[in-house]
């Protein structure tokens, strides 16, 4: 059964700083991984996704990479802006019975201090 | 493109009484749905999954009897929560895919059941 984790649950830093989050999971046969934002009380906004093929992708300020052979991926947000506050869940996605089945990390509070 | 409704977006029940939740896709058709729900300061868990005019596939733990979906369009799913407990209570976010690999989210619904 796949797990993933995401390290740290909360992170609270200067605006203007960088910063990393990071995501682990357990079964490497995945189809994709993608990071998504969550406002409070709100749905998910997809940000970058990553196919298994690649290594990384960019966003504007935001670089996803992957390492699917040791089960991890971090997303690096470049100037942190107080915007940028929300939760972050990355979510692994591997082909089931012809669709695709997204697995959800725990996530990472993000608070950017003005 | 990609916009999804949820409707209520916030509901507060009685024990034992049921719930509908609706998920429209406004621009696109879902071919794929996909529910899940959110327990706080959790991740979201993947409750089932349905293809329009077919009967709902329920992951593991999750009672096909108390959580009835229903895709009966293509740009219409509704989940029903049957006699509803507070254990119940939870975020439930609804996800048309209308293509493999490609999944949209919606707001959100956060249902209270006192």
């Known amino acids: 059964k796949q797990e993933v984790t995401q390290i740290p649950a909360a992170l609270s830093v200067p605006e203007g700083e960088n910063l990393v989050l990071n995501c682990s999971f357990t079964?490497?046969?995945?189809?994709?991984l993608q990071w998504f934002r969550q406002d409070p009380g709100k749905g998910l906004t997809s940000l970058l996704l990553i196919q298994s093929s690649q290594r990384e992708q960019t966003s504007g300020r935001l670089n996803a990479s992957l390492d699917k052979s040791s089960g991890r991926s971090t997303l690096y947000i470049a100037a942190s802006q107080p915007g940028d506050s929300a939760t972050y869940l990355c979510?692994?996605?591997?082909?089931?019975?012809?669709?695709?089945?997204?697995?959800f990390g725990t996530g990472t509070r993000l608070t950017i201090i003005p | 493109g990609a916009v999804v409704s949820q409707h209520p977006s916030w509901v507060i029940c009685k024990s034992g009484t049921s719930v509908k939740i609706e998920c429209r896709s406004l621009?696109?058709?879902?071919?794929?749905m996909f529910w899940y729900r959110q327990f706080p300061k959790q991740s979201l868990m993947l409750m089932a999954t349905s293809n329009e005019g077919s009967k709902a596939t329920y992951e593991q733990g999750v009672e096909k009897d108390k959580f009835l979906i229903n895709h009966a369009s293509l740009t219409l799913s509704t989940l029903t929560v049957t006699s509803a407990h507070p254990e119940d209570s939870s975020f439930y976010i609804c996800?048309?895919?209308?293509?493999?690999?490609?999944?949209?989210f919606g707001p959100g619904t956060r249902l209270t059941v006192t």
């Open positions: 979510a692994v996605g591997r082909s089931f019975s012809g669709y695709e089945k997204l697995t």
């Open positions: 621009d696109f058709q879902a071919t794929t």
């Open positions: 996800s048309p895919s209308p293509r493999t690999y490609e999944q949209y």
């Open positions: 079964d490497s046969a995945i189809y994709n």
